[in-house]
């Protein structure tokens, strides 16, 4: 086990490994002293995301960890950080102790009491353990299933275009039929189309209706996406959205009652490693939601409307030709949890919305972004696919190697659960063939994101088939034995990950450092 525990942590045994069970005392209680050679940590570095850092020692462990691989003296030992009696449980460490942080329970934010706040298991077979630890967690919280358990996306097995790095919020239909004329004249063919932030009517970045802002999309969807059917051969119209409309919530003037808070800085700023770790790299980005609108007035359904809201919003998309979504900013939710019953309680109902809409009108072809936290695992039902990394940054070199070793140790976690998700990625410039090799064996979707500029249909090409069909790998990549305590930030090491295809296996060793990235 990770942890030597003290006196504070009591023993529940499991099938296999145990349940930790810890007395609180406040909101931070020392519960004993790290027992590894080696570990890797998946931190939350913000309101969204997660990152990983492999450490040989604990003199820091990051704050809000909550997921450890350990290794001591040939054995593995896996670390899930839980949720519950409405507390979510995380790690922190400093002078060689570990702490456990509980927020989220807003009655009785102070008081002494016990909470299920971690599972553990241990043996000398990582991938093993892990696929051991699944079962066990999914038969023991009713809200977490399997992958296997899950009906497969149709965001899987085509290729896709996104056009969120292509054009940003300046999106049009006009520059989206000049990208699949040039993909279309050089046999290239898409399976479906994100229609990325951008296409909606707001006012100070709350959606103001249902409908695309017509100055972009003259014609509205419904004829859009019948013209991708029939000039292009794209069956698929999928579309971008937060958790509750846009940045900043709904306007009222759609018709639902909403409910009011500002947005508190405090939780959203960015608690990423300190630079020698990550190489002095923002792998957030400098202007990263939800940074600029801290302080602003949030408005979104109260939770008696929200059931109507997602009916009536997912019921206008699928009349005009909308077959799926891409559902944003969904841990921000923590965010509002006081007054809300906390923040695992205004996760569940919000997933639990989703979930069922979705199923209802898009045949559950949802992608969960920004998501990556406890509350959203143990309350995802049957959310089939999410994304496992931050955003792709085109234009930062150096976020590249990141990217894709963040992608993949966050699938260690999380791979067992979903369909993994490493976001779009533009086949052109420095990058574009490393990205789509990291795709192509990701065993989730391949959705390029690319202008007439940056368009290299010799990558596109070699991805897909002339009808834009990809192969999918049979589970989600897992770094190799040897990969998995590498720290891409300061270790002159390949990087390396793989999967299986039939009676294949796939293998993709990469140069994640900071320079010679490829």
Not at 128 to 145: G, H, N, Q, V, Y
Request: negative net charge.
């Amino acid at each position: 086990m990770f942890i030597e525990k003290n006196h504070r942590v009591k023993i529940e045994d499991a099938e296999k490994g145990c349940f930790l069970r810890v007395t609180l005392k406040g909101k931070q209680t020392e519960i004993g002293r790290p027992k590894a050679s080696r570990a890797v940590c998946i931190y939350r570095c913000n309101a969204c995301f997660t990152d990983a850092i492999a450490l040989d020692s604990f003199d820091c462990i990051p704050s809000k960890t909550l997921f450890v691989l350990s290794e001591y003296e040939g054995v593995y030992s896996l670390l899930y950080m839980l949720e519950d009696q409405g507390c979510s449980c995380s790690l922190s460490g400093r002078e060689g102790k570990i702490f456990l942080d509980a927020e989220g329970e807003e009655d009785r934010p102070d008081k002494s009491y016990p909470v299920r706040a971690a599972y553990s298991v241990s043996g000398q077979n990582v991938y093993e353990l892990i696929s051991a630890a699944a079962d066990i967690l999914s038969r023991s919280f009713p809200r977490l299933k399997k992958r296997s358990e899950k009906r497969t996306s149709d965001f899987l097995g085509k290729l896709g275009f996104c056009t969120y790095n292509a054009f940003y919020e300046n999106v049009t239909e006009q520059k989206i039929l000049a990208v699949l004329d040039a993909a279309k004249s050089k046999g290239v063919q898409f399976g479906f189309l994100i229609v990325d932030s951008g296409w909606m009517q707001e006012k100070e970045e709350k959606l103001s209706a249902f409908d695309p802002d017509g100055r972009k999309f003259p014609a509205g969807f419904k004829e859009f996406s019948e013209k991708l059917r029939t000039d292009y051969g794209i069956e698929k119209l999928f579309i971008w959205h937060t958790f509750y409309g846009f940045w900043t919530g709904i306007e009222e003037k759609l018709g639902f009652p909403v409910q009011k808070q500002i947005f508190n800085e405090a939780y959203s700023t960015p608690s990423e490693m300190p630079a020698e770790y990550i190489g002095g790299i923002n792998t957030a980005g400098e202007d990263f939601y939800p940074l600029n609108i801290s302080g602003k007035v949030c408005q979104f359904p109260r939770s008696e409307n929200l059931s109507e809201f997602y009916r009536s919003f997912y019921a206008a998309l699928c009349l005009n030709g909308v077959k799926g979504a891409k559902v944003d900013a969904i841990s921000w939710l923590e965010l509002f949890g006081r007054g809300n019953g906390g923040q695992a309680r205004i996760m569940d109902q919000y997933l639990r919305t989703i979930e069922k809409f979705g199923e209802d009108y898009f045949k559950g072809n949802l992608i969960c972004c920004s998501s990556e936290s406890v509350d959203f695992l143990l309350h995802s039902g049957d959310l089939s696919l999410i994304r496992v990394c931050k955003d792709y940054m085109p234009d930062n070199a150096a976020t590249f190697g990141p990217h894709i070793y963040f992608a993949a140790i966050n699938s260690l976690w999380l791979g067992e659960f979903f369909f993994c998700d490493y976001d779009m990625f533009q086949s052109g410039g420095r990058g574009g063939r490393m990205h789509a090799i990291n795709r192509a064996v990701s065993g989730g979707p391949i959705y390029c994101s690319d202008n007439l500029e940056t368009l290299d249909f010799s990558v596109l090409r070699a991805l897909a088939s002339r009808d834009g069909f990809v192969p999918v790998c049979d589970t989600y990549a897992r770094p190799t034995e040897r990969s998995l305590f590498v720290n891409v930030f300061t270790d002159k090491k390949l990087f390396m990950q793989f999967n299986e295809l039939g009676d294949h296996y796939l293998m993709a060793v990469y140069n994640c450092s900071r320079e010679n990235v490829g």
